[in-house]
């Protein structure tokens, strides 16, 4: 099966500052790359995702890019501010509602 | 819209004692799926539904059991439950199979 390996597990930046968090694959067959974000005792929400005919993708402050060859994908996140903080996941998938998730990243955005 | 609600929110069980955790989407979705998480261990895939009267199993199956007989719900039985088996457990539902799932607020499951 697919392995989703995501570092850092922790990450603090100050205000204003770039975090960047990156996730590597093993399965070649995986073209779905999602990035969740979840806040504490609520459930994961999309923040951003990417396909795998596309090498980047930005949203605001966000952005994905992916590197099929090397198998591995990152989260940029800019101009941080304290309500980035969260934890974020990184998943694949290769289709028929399957995810495989990385391990998490505890963001903390300090003012 | 209510969108993805579980039940209950918290749950303490002793060793051996069974229990449903209920899952229900109001978003006319086909997939619905449930995953564990667990610290340092992210979410893990228990089982997936691809629509009504077809289930499968995810990563760690052993230990749970599904069905789904409508589309709104996607319940989660635990037949004999284990203290391994304490975690947050998170129901999804998706409109693709591959695309964005909505996640529910998760239930907190402990098993002494």
């Known amino acids: 099966g697919e392995n989703v390996e995501q570092h850092p597990s922790t990450l603090s930046v100050q205000e204003g500052d770039s975090a960047v968090i990156k996730c590597t694959y093993s399965d070649s067959a995986s073209n779905y790359f999602p990035w969740y974000k979840q806040e504490l005792g609520k459930g994961p929400q999309l923040i951003i995702d990417i396909r795998s005919n596309v090498g980047e993708k930005k949203d605001q402050r966000i952005a994905v890019t992916l590197n099929k060859t090397a198998k591995h994908f990152s989260l940029h996140i800019t101009e941080t501010q304290p309500e980035d903080s969260a934890v974020y996941f990184c998943a694949a998938s290769r289709g028929g509602n399957q995810f495989y998730f990385g391990t998490g990243t505890s963001l903390t955005v300090i003012p | 819209n209510a969108g993805v609600t579980q039940t209950p929110k918290f749950q303490v069980l002793k060793t051996g004692q069974s229990m449903t955790l209920q899952c229900a989407q109001d978003m006319n979705h086909e997939y619905m799926s449930w995953y564990r998480q667990d610290p340092g261990m992210g979410l893990r895939l228990i089982h997936y539904?691809?629509?009504?009267?077809?289930?499968d199993q995810g990563e760690v199956p052993n230990g749970y059991n599904v069905s789904r007989s409508t589309t709104e719900d996607f319940p989660l039985r635990l037949l004999s439950a284990a203290p391994s088996q304490t975690s947050v457990y998170f129901c999804?539902?998706?409109?693709?199979?591959?695309?964005?799932?909505?996640f529910g607020e998760g239930s907190r499951l402990t098993v002494l």
């Open positions: 539904s691809v629509g009504a009267g077809i289930t």
């Open positions: 999804a539902s998706s409109y693709s199979r591959v695309g964005e799932l909505f």
